[in-house]
């Protein structure tokens, strides 16, 4: 069982910022690409932004210039730094990885629970 766990989510005004972060934990033997997706109210669930194991990066164009993706893989958790909030960010964000639960085993995507993030005018 792999279980991605979320936290850091909540409401913020407008050009502020929140730090998300997502751990994962059970049985992992490596894990591929992580990242984070968002679902806004009526809308489909978009990729935000990327980050491969070796560190190559992937962006959500209106997030460009103003969310930052990381990972320690040392600790299995990536992280999304978001500044500039603007009022059209507001979604629930889900955390994403690949993994892999052995050697030779094919990766298989795994979703955290999702947070909140609300952002006000």
């Known amino acids: 069982q792999v279980q991605l766990v979320e936290s850091g989510g909540g409401l913020v005004q407008a050009g502020g910022s929140l730090r998300l972060s997502c751990a994962a934990s059970?049985?992992?033997?490596?894990?591929?690409?992580m990242g984070w997706w968002r679902q806004a109210p009526g809308k489909q669930r978009e990729l935000v932004a990327t980050?491969?194991?070796?560190?190559?990066?992937n962006y959500l164009d209106p997030v460009k210039g103003r969310f930052i993706v990381s990972r320690d893989n040392t600790k299995n958790t990536v992280y999304l730094q978001m500044n500039s909030l603007k009022p059209e960010d507001t979604a629930v964000y889900y955390c994403?990885?690949?993994?892999?639960?052995?050697?030779?085993?094919?990766?298989?995507?795994?979703w955290g629970q999702g947070t909140q993030v609300t952002v006000s005018a």
């Open positions: 980050i491969s194991r070796d560190g190559r990066l």
């Open positions: 994403n990885a690949q993994v892999a639960i052995r050697d030779g085993s094919p990766y298989f995507n795994h």
């Open positions: 059970g049985t992992i033997f490596s894990i591929n690409t």
